[in-house]
């Protein structure tokens, strides 16, 4: 079984929904990371997780919220989509500062 | 601020043949560190090796190895032996030493192993 599991894989929605992505993890890493992929960038950061009571914002969080609901499950919530939201998004996880293991990613499209 | 720079958006190689990818970086850090990630068409983003900037010895992991130049802010990969699932995306990051936590990454350079 997978380390780092994210649900759905793919996912299509439109403009003004609201959706949730969700990430585990059996690792049993305190950090968690979600970030997102444009074509022709790199990954950035939305926000960052140290432990359940621990929620930072990374560089590109506007839009976006997080819940760290126990520390093997972190989930990411668009509260409007938007078009420019569509991309590949990816949850990671590390214990302190060490390597992050990455899941397998969702795409999403809004429409 | 910290960046990352991949000069070479796409690279092609001969299988079995070797092939080098770029990175430098930018930091006023001193303590950090720099890895390669992997992203096959499956899109997993797959780590491939990793550095800690204050080990002078080069990581290697089988075929895969680095030259790493702190003073010249350079983390180049060598790949060799090349075979065809080598084909992906390749991302240099690099870690801050602030406790963030935040890997910065590179733009990717493609690269196609050809039989």
């Known amino acids: 079984d997978a380390d780092v599991t994210q649900t759905p894989r793919n996912r299509i929605t439109k403009t003004g929904k609201r959706i949730m992505l969700e990430c585990s993890q059996t690792?049993?890493?305190?950090?968690m990371y979600w970030y997102r992929q444009d074509p022709g960038l790199g990954l950035r950061l939305i926000y960052y997780s140290f432990d359940v009571k621990d929620i930072n914002k990374g560089e590109i969080s506007d839009g976006y919220s997080v819940s760290r609901q126990a520390q093997a499950k972190f989930s990411l919530s668009l509260e409007s989509a938007i078009p420019n939201q569509t991309a590949l998004y990816f949850c990671?996880?590390?214990?302190?500062?060490?390597?992050?293991?990455f899941g397998p990613g969702t795409r999403l499209l809004v429409l | 601020a910290q960046t990352v720079t991949q000069s070479q958006p796409e690279m092609s190689v001969q299988e079995a043949e070797t092939v080098t990818l770029s990175c430098t970086y930018d930091?006023?850090?001193?303590?950090?560190?720099l890895f390669w990630y992997k992203q096959p068409p499956s899109r997993q983003m797959i780590l491939v090796i990793r550095?800690?900037?204050?080990?002078?010895q080069n990581a290697t992991e089988n075929r895969f190895s680095v030259n790493f130049q702190k003073a010249a802010k350079s983390f180049s990969l060598k790949i060799s032996d090349s075979q065809l699932g080598d084909t992906a995306m390749y991302f240099c990051a690099f870690l801050t030493s602030s406790n963030t936590g935040k890997l910065i990454f590179g733009q990717g350079t493609t690269l196609q192993v050809k039989p």
């Open positions: 990671a996880t590390s214990r302190g500062r060490e390597t992050q293991y």
């Open positions: 930091t006023s850090e001193n303590n950090y560190y």
């Open positions: 550095q800690e900037a204050y080990k002078q």
């Open positions: 690792k049993g890493h305190d950090r």
